[in-house]
């Protein structure tokens, strides 16, 4: 079996099986992204988490190659999880401004 699905557009290059994608796949990038967004520039995890969706869906629409499906998939997750710690770390900053707002206050 190919894999061959008549919705999605194929070209032959090289010969016949050899299947050619409309778009190149953006999953390294994706990847590379959700890495740097957990451990280096937290700003660059939500944008892992979006390109990581996009990604996803041109594959299961077939204009991207499924084998890079895995590396889209972990970037997005790393960018979920960034996401995450972008908002926690946010609202304890918040708590730790509004407790220090609070103590001062009791002060005078």
Known sequence: ???????????????????????????????????????????????????????????DAGRRSPENRQQAKIGQILGIIGTVLIIVSVLVIIAMFGLVAGTSVARS
Do not use: D, F, H
């Open 1 to 59: 079996m190919s894999g061959y699905e008549p919705n999605q557009p194929m070209s032959y290059q090289g010969g016949p099986g050899m299947r050619s994608y409309v778009e190149q796949s953006q999953a390294t990038t994706v990847l590379v992204l959700g890495i740097l967004g957990l451990v280096v520039c937290n700003i660059l995890a939500p944008v892992a988490w979006v390109m990581g969706n996009k990604e996803l869906e041109a594959i």
